[in-house]
């Protein structure tokens, strides 16, 4: 039982992962392209993404629900090793938002001026998809 | 006070007992993966586990898990 939600929650995890990549990477790519038939494209790809994404965030919240409504489950699947990894992975995060901060900046301060817009879209999209990434190597054997 | 390492005789009492990391796993109500970071020592466990992993083996916490100061 166990290890069956560990597995599960390492997939959905990791579809998770893969439906942010393609639903938020596809999002930003729209902005650059004038190509219609390739704007369709991604749209398509982006709808596919986002539902991918979804999906497995509602699944991913439920089971963290009930993990943490059983004592065992939790003691088992949220313990010190599991919060290291949350830890880690946070960690991560932060300083891949600082590394991509600080790259617009430079860019900002010595090329050209860049859209507010694509900054904070660029930076969200790394932000949410280091910790992902990190967690599930973590998680990984 | 040096820095210093845990060692563990998990595998070793494992293979006594000819069980795998899983079933393991299951007697003591962790994951396979906290088991196998415990016994790679990538993973000290809580005193908690620790104990329970003591008392599956029937053997003491200290003859379970050593410390070596370095």
């Not at chain 1, 393609?22 to 650059?32: S, V």
């Not at chain 1, 004038?34 to 919240?61: A, E, P, R, V």
């Not at chain 1, 001026?113 to 904070?120: F, P, R």
């Not at chain 2, 993973?43 to 898990?65: C, D, M, N, Q, S």
């Amino acid at each position: 039982m166990i290890e069956k939600m560990d597995k599960s929650r390492f997939n959905l995890l990791k579809w998770l992962t893969i439906g942010w990549a393609i639903w938020f990477g596809t999002y930003i790519l729209r902005d650059w392209l004038d190509d219609k038939l390739i704007f369709g494209s991604l749209i398509l790809i982006g709808f596919i993404g986002w539902i991918l994404f979804t999906l497995n965030l509602i699944k991913y919240l439920k089971l963290g629900k009930k993990v943490h409504s059983d004592e065992k489950l939790k003691e088992a699947l949220n313990n010190e090793l599991y919060q290291q990894y949350n830890l880690k992975s946070f960690f991560w995060g932060f300083w891949v938002i600082v590394a991509v901060i600080s790259i617009f900046f430079l860019i900002s301060s010595f090329y050209s001026e860049i859209s507010a817009m694509l900054v904070c879209e660029i930076t969200l999209f790394f932000g949410v998809l280091a910790p992902l990434i990190a967690r599930l190597i973590y998680n990984k054997d | 006070m040096g820095s210093c390492e845990l060692r563990n005789q998990i595998r070793i009492q494992r293979a006594i007992k000819n069980i795998t990391q899983e079933e393991l796993a299951a007697e003591v109500g962790v994951t396979r993966k906290t088991i196998n970071t415990i016994e790679n020592g990538k993973f000290v466990p809580t005193t908690v586990l620790a104990i329970r992993l003591a008392r599956y083996f029937g053997i003491k916490v200290e003859e379970l898990f050593e410390l070596i100061e370095k």
